[in-house]
């Protein structure tokens, strides 16, 4: 038995063709017996039936890329596989299932194929690396000071905004205060709920100081507040089950993280799809299968079809704010996420979307993806000094934006440019090593 474990647990290309495999079927279970069942009145596509063939070419699709894993060994590596997960398997079977012209399907599907592939190739690729080598003069007793001042400031500036909504009972009341907000200094809720926190919440863990990790939790409490979104709330529960699982695992964690991520999103989403009938269970149906398992595949199909079938115009990158004020030239009057919807309602969806699609279409697409790649693999310069699983706790926000919002917005809004000049700037010892090595 221990042998066989040994094997699952193991990182080489015959293993991860088959999780891949296993995964890839039970996406399809979950997107048509969720998704396709309780979301169909909101697609803007037909779901069809396909056939034998074209099933088979999306498990393979979804499944070779991840041949070229190689476990987390470094920051680079956990981006490529939430990209993977969250992104490319669900566009792969969007194309599949929503009945495209074979033409868009076959060069979107081939296009985002060799992208994937590359990511995962480039993955030990770092840039920069010898800004990162020099002496950290920032000490890091100024970062727990900063969080306070901005704490302070925005929760003055708001302190009417501030609504405590029981989302398992009444719903309804936390989307009216969200649509209803008007939060002063968003930015700044953006950086504490991404970078600060997050940064102090595993640095106590670390130093095992449990007061001041038990504040940064009811910081958290209160971003919930302000914003309402269900994931402020569920991240710092998601910090410290990976914080806790590299302390138990050590340097093992790096080669079972992807076993652990794509376990979670098999089992959960089969158990919740059996209790889906059940207020309780269809909230943590919207968290996890709705919110980040399905959101990139769903919003797909309707940028798709937007910009593809419907052929309205590419922005050209004008939708990103700086461009649009030196040119004017954006072509539509709300922004992307709000134009392709006509019920007002808000479409933001991961960056090949956003920056791809209804930026340049295909072209687009490979565009955005040169330039995540080389976003990428700066990030991976943070490895030379730091402890690769800890930075990929402290960037979990970061890349669940990346899921879903522009990847402009989410450098400069959700957090990435904040910790990338943190761990820069600031000497953050405890970060440098290994927290357990297990026996």
């Known amino acids: 038995m221990s042998h066989i474990l040994k094997k699952v647990?193991?990182?080489?290309?015959?293993?991860?063709?088959?999780?891949a495999i296993i995964y890839s079927i039970v996406y399809d279970y979950v997107y048509r017996s969720h998704i396709v069942a309780v979301w169909e009145y909101s697609a803007f596509r037909q779901y069809h039936a396909v056939s034998r063939y074209d099933y088979l070419l999306y498990i393979l699709m979804a499944s070779i890329p991840f041949i070229f894993y190689k476990g987390l060994k470094q920051l680079a590596?956990?981006?490529?596989?939430?990209v993977y997960v969250f992104v490319y398997i669900p566009f792969i079977y969007s194309l599949t299932v929503y009945g495209f012209p074979d033409s868009i399907?076959?060069?979107?599907?081939?296009?985002?194929?060799?992208?994937?592939?590359i990511y995962f190739r480039t993955d030990s690729i770092s840039l920069y690396e010898q800004y990162f080598e020099r002496k950290k003069k920032i000490p890091f007793s100024v970062i727990p000071r900063i969080t306070v001042i901005l704490f302070l400031i925005l929760i003055m500036l708001n302190v009417s905004q501030l609504h405590f909504v029981n989302f398992f009972d009444d719903p309804k009341s936390m989307y009216e205060f969200r649509e209803s907000a008007d939060i002063k200094l968003i930015y700044v809720l953006c950086w504490l709920r991404a970078a600060f926190l997050p940064l102090l919440m595993l640095y106590y863990l670390k130093k095992n100081d449990y007061l001041k990790y038990g504040y940064c939790f009811i910081g958290f409490l209160l971003l919930f507040m302000l914003d309402q979104q269900k994931m402020t709330i569920v991240f710092p529960f998601a910090i410290t089950a990976i914080f806790y699982s590299i302390k138990y695992y050590g340097s093992d964690f790096g080669a079972k993280f992807h076993i652990f991520l794509l376990g979670i999103f098999i089992i959960i989403p089969i158990l919740l799809i059996q209790f889906q009938d059940n207020p309780i269970a269809l909230v943590f149906c919207l968290i996890f299968i709705y919110r980040i398992q399905?959101?990139?595949?769903?919003?797909?199909?309707?940028?798709?079809?937007?910009?593809?079938?419907?052929?309205?115009?590419?922005?050209?990158?004008?939708?990103i704010n700086i461009?649009?004020?030196?040119?004017?030239?954006?072509?539509?009057?709300d922004p992307i996420?709000?134009?392709?919807?006509?019920?007002?309602?808000?479409?933001?969806?991961?960056?090949?979307l956003m920056d791809g699609v209804a930026a340049a279409g295909i072209i687009g697409c490979a565009i955005i993806g040169m330039i995540f790649l080389l976003l990428k693999s700066m990030l991976n310069s943070l490895g030379r000094v730091y402890n690769v699983p800890?930075?990929?706790?402290?960037f979990l926000f970061p890349l669940q934006s990346l899921m879903n919002v522009s990847l402009f917005t989410s450098f400069f809004t959700h957090g990435i440019l904040v910790l990338f000049l943190i761990l820069l700037f600031v000497d953050i010892?405890?970060?440098?090593?290994?927290i357990v090595e297990k026996k």
């Open 323 to 333: 461009i649009n004020e030196i040119t004017g030239l954006y072509p539509y009057k």
């Open 105 to 117: 399907k076959y060069s979107y599907q081939i296009v985002f194929f060799i992208i994937i592939i």
């Open 429 to 434: 010892n405890e970060f440098k090593v290994i």
């Open 9 to 19: 647990f193991s990182i080489n290309p015959a293993t991860n063709f088959a999780i």
């Open 294 to 319: 399905c959101i990139a595949g769903m919003q797909f199909e309707r940028y798709m079809d937007f910009f593809e079938m419907q052929d309205h115009p590419n922005t050209y990158y004008t939708h």
């Open 337 to 352: 996420g709000i134009a392709i919807n006509a019920d007002d309602s808000n479409s933001n969806a991961t960056f090949f």
């Open 77 to 82: 590596s956990s981006f490529t596989l939430f």
């Open 390 to 394: 800890l930075l990929t706790a402290l």
